[in-house]
């Protein structure tokens, strides 16, 4: 079945320490791929998002992605992570440029002071 | 621009009743989308609009959902027969068809008694 996975449902790291997000999918072409960030009492918000070209993508507040075709992964990361990060991080992709985004069930960041 | 805004903030009804959510989007985006958020899992995608024309609806969309963009700006999405199963936040994002960007609103949090 067509779907996006998102494997952790919660992590926990330190501030400063580096963070990686992890995002599969599982459809036939490559789709356009997205990340979001939700913090509570907040709409979503985009922090990067992927077409085509260049496989790592820049996004806000220094996060960045990398899409990996062969293992249809499209993983979140940051260096060195703030208080402020603690939120609900969303994957989601887009199938065909068909207007229907699917999203992952999400995974909350915790971070420890 | 105040992004996109989304009325009421919080509803709480009785099973069997009809509610009525109202979407304003950003003024000038012609896309206006709908979706559920149930607690712990991604937003799941209800159906879309280019203007006022309702272009795709998700088998999510029974029949007792049903939804409206009269004159291309703002949404209303309306439930009737409510049940314990519609609780949920539901989110209105909007888009130009220029820039792959959804903007989300904070939602409307349903609660069913």
Not at chain 1, 19 to 31: D, F, Q, V
Not at chain 1, 75 to 85: M, Q
Not at chain 1, 86 to 99: I, K, L, T
Not at chain 2, 3 to 22: A, C, E, L, M, Y
Request: charged content about 20%; some cysteine; overall charge neutral.
């Amino acid at each position: 079945a067509q779907s996006v996975t998102q494997p952790d449902i919660h992590i926990t790291v330190s501030e400063g320490a580096s963070l990686e997000l992890r995002c599969n999918y599982s459809y036939g072409a490559t789709p356009y791929l997205f990340w979001y960030v939700q913090s509570p009492g907040q709409g979503l918000q985009l922090l990067l998002k992927y077409f085509s070209g260049d496989t790592l993508v820049q996004g806000i507040k220094g996060f960045e992605a990398e899409f990996k075709r062969s293992q249809s992964s499209f993983n979140l990361r940051k260096p060195s992570v703030h208080w402020s990060d603690a939120a609900e991080y969303f994957c989601a992709v887009e199938p065909d440029n068909n207007n229907d985004m699917r999203f992952g069930a999400g995974t909350r960041l915790t971070v420890k002071p | 621009d105040t992004g996109v805004s989304q009325d009421p903030r919080h509803k709480i009804t009785k099973r069997g009743q009809n509610v009525t959510f109202r979407c304003d989007p950003i003024s000038e985006h012609n896309r206006l989308y709908w979706y559920r958020q149930t607690l712990g899992q991604g937003p799941e995608f209800l159906t879309y609009f280019q203007n006022e024309a309702q272009l795709e609806k998700s088998r999510l969309l029974s029949d007792r959902f049903s939804a409206e963009r009269p004159k291309g700006s703002f949404s209303t999405l309306e439930i009737q027969r409510t049940e314990q199963g519609d609780s949920a936040m539901y989110l209105c994002a909007s888009m130009t068809s220029l820039d792959y960007e959804q903007y989300f609103g904070p939602g409307t949090r349903l609660t069913v008694t």
